[in-house]
């Protein structure tokens, strides 16, 4: 832990939350701009949570896979999906950060700029006072401390809770498992997501689309147990648990969006809404944003935000589609039948899911993605497409996982 100097200069940059994307932004910085002066905060007393972040090859360019190498702990040439009509396993490779990979990285890479154990009681736009009174200038301050909440966003909600563990015998499981929806789905689209970290060592993850927020950890870590007894394999140890609820936008005003935080801190990551529409990842869109940030010479607060600002907006404006998606799997489908829109999206060519993932879909695709008899009501199908004014709560009724 670094105690936190009041340097008689202003920084250039306070980034406030150590967690991916002001991680991310701050290796990058260290890598590339040793001119930069600034300083990554966080309130634990360790950077980097309690998360797995994991992305496929295809999702980042060579300055992102160059600055994320360093943080990688687990990686796979392929993965497999399962559904009740389909099973099949993609080429490609497939990788997994770790929050205690991240964690050291970021000690190694930033030493003294890194300050741990050092909560905030006001972050605004040039200052952050801490806890313990002393107050902290920069010219500009990021926000990078998780998702807000925002009545000019209609979301649906991926929940999860996951655990690591140790199996009393080798498990056999050589790639990941992305989708095992072969599961019950108890209300939402519910499927299990499997990592194999070492001949004796899963992460099983138990994942749901649902309507609402909710997120009963008892039911899933029981859930979790059941699957893995399923499976033909034995617990001899949970050995870490994590859980979380990421927002899956189906309509909203990203003007409006930003405007709320006019005259504050710069929010960055997923409180800057940089994360995959449809899946929820968001480790592609913070790279992408370390890249940006790295090029700028004017660290005055209103030029970092113009820039953050114009990037998230311009992310916004390309993926409409994957929102028009997003409603027609929340609002058309029923929810315990959501299974059959994705059976029917791991049906397609393997080059189009890959760019799927990546966002970086063509015409072409998009119109392969909606082409053909819908797995959902064709009438609903159309009204939910149809559907971009939507703000705030799901417009069906919120359903929990039960």
């Known amino acids: 832990m670094n105690p936190?100097?009041?340097?008689?200069?202003?920084?250039?940059?306070?980034?406030?939350?150590?967690?991916?994307?002001?991680?991310?932004?701050?290796?990058?910085?260290?890598?590339?701009?040793?001119?930069?002066?600034?300083a990554l905060l966080e309130v634990g007393d360790a950077p980097?949570?309690?998360?797995?972040?994991?992305?496929?090859?295809?999702?980042l360019d060579a300055a992102g896979h160059a600055l994320l190498v360093p943080c990688v702990a687990h990686r796979w040439p392929g993965y497999g999906v399962r559904f009740p009509q389909r099973t099949r396993r993609l080429a490609g490779g497939y990788a997994s950060v770790t929050s205690e990979r991240f964690a050291a990285v970021l000690?190694?890479?930033?030493?003294?700029?890194?300050?741990?154990?050092?909560?905030?009681?006001q972050v605004e736009a040039t200052r952050v006072v801490l806890?313990?009174?002393?107050?902290?200038?920069?010219?500009?301050?990021?926000?990078?401390?998780?998702?807000?909440?925002?009545?000019?966003?209609a979301l649906g909600f991926q929940s999860f809770v996951g655990q690591e563990v140790r199996t009393q015998a080798p498990h056999g499981l050589a790639e990941p498992v992305l989708m095992d929806?072969?599961?019950?789905?108890?209300?939402?689209?519910?499927?299990?997501?499997?990592?194999?970290?070492?001949?004796?060592?899963?992460?099983?993850?138990?994942?749901?689309?649902?309507?609402?927020?909710?997120?009963?950890a008892a039911a899933l870590r029981a859930r979790i147990g059941a699957y893995v007894q399923q499976q033909g394999w034995a617990i001899a140890e949970v050995l870490r648990e994590e859980r979380g609820v990421l927002p899956i936008v189906l309509a909203g005003d990203?003007?409006?969006?930003?405007?709320?935080?006019?005259?504050?801190?710069?929010?960055?990551?997923?409180?800057?809404?940089?994360?995959?529409?449809?899946?929820?990842?968001?480790?592609?869109?913070?790279?992408?944003?370390?890249?940006?940030?790295?090029?700028?010479?004017?660290?005055?607060?209103?030029?970092?935000?113009?820039?953050?600002?114009a990037h998230a907006l311009a992310a916004w404006d390309d993926r409409g589609f994957f929102r028009m998606l997003n409603r027609m799997l929340f609002l058309a489908a029923e929810p315990t039948e959501r299974w059959r829109v994705m059976q029917r999206f791991y049906g397609?060519?393997?080059?189009?899911?890959?760019?799927?993932?990546?966002?970086?879909?063509?015409?072409?695709d998009r119109?392969?993605?909606?082409?053909?008899?819908?797995?959902?009501?064709?009438?609903?199908?159309?009204?939910?497409?149809?559907?971009?004014?939507?703000?705030?709560?799901?417009?069906?009724?919120?359903?929990?996982?039960?």
């Open 181 to 216: 929806a072969t599961v019950a789905q108890h209300g939402a689209y519910r499927f299990v997501y499997v990592l194999p970290l070492a001949a004796d060592r899963l992460l099983v993850e138990d994942t749901y689309y649902a309507d609402g927020d909710a997120l009963d």
């Open 48 to 59: 980097g949570g309690n998360h797995t972040w994991s992305f496929h090859d295809s999702d």
């Open 254 to 309: 990203a003007q409006d969006f930003w405007a709320e935080s006019e005259g504050g801190a710069v929010p960055v990551g997923l409180a800057a809404g940089l994360f995959h529409p449809t899946t929820g990842y968001s480790l592609p869109d913070a790279a992408r944003l370390a890249a940006r940030i790295g090029t700028l010479q004017d660290w005055s607060h209103a030029q970092v935000r113009a820039a953050v600002r």
């Open 131 to 153: 806890q313990d009174g002393r107050t902290l200038h920069a010219r500009c301050v990021l926000d990078g401390r998780g998702a807000r909440a925002s009545a000019h966003l």
């Open 4 to 38: 936190v100097a009041n340097p008689a200069e202003p920084l250039d940059l306070l980034l406030v939350g150590a967690g991916l994307a002001n991680g991310l932004i701050a290796l990058h910085l260290a890598a590339h701009r040793p001119d930069v002066r600034f």
């Open 367 to 402: 119109l392969r993605l909606v082409s053909g008899r819908p797995p959902v009501p064709l009438l609903a199908a159309a009204r939910a497409a149809s559907a971009t004014g939507l703000r705030g709560a799901p417009a069906t009724p919120r359903r929990h996982p039960a």
């Open 348 to 364: 397609l060519p393997a080059p189009l899911i890959e760019r799927f993932y990546a966002a970086r879909l063509t015409w072409a």
């Open 107 to 121: 000690r190694e890479r930033l030493g003294p700029r890194l300050h741990c154990s050092a909560p905030s009681a």
